[in-house]
């Protein structure tokens, strides 16, 4: 039965450890976006189009 207390408290410590690892990582913004922004240009014509396009045809369907 001490075996279970024991494996209980080092998977604590280790999740606790993993935890902090994870916040040390978002704080230094490891997960920050880097590519998306510089290739957000090269498709935002295409999303203003199809923009547009459906406010033209909810006009045409309004008329």
């Not at 999740?15 to 935002?44: C, N």
Request: a negative charge; aromatic letters at 12%.
């Amino acid at each position: 039965m001490s075996v279970i207390y024991l494996l209980i408290t080092i998977s604590i410590f280790v999740a606790i450890a993993f935890l902090i690892a994870f916040f040390m990582a978002v704080k230094t913004g490891q997960y920050d976006d880097d590519y998306t922004p510089s290739v957000r240009m090269l498709f935002d014509d295409e999303v203003k189009l199809k923009a547009q396009k459906e406010i033209q045809t909810t006009e045409e369907k309004q008329i």
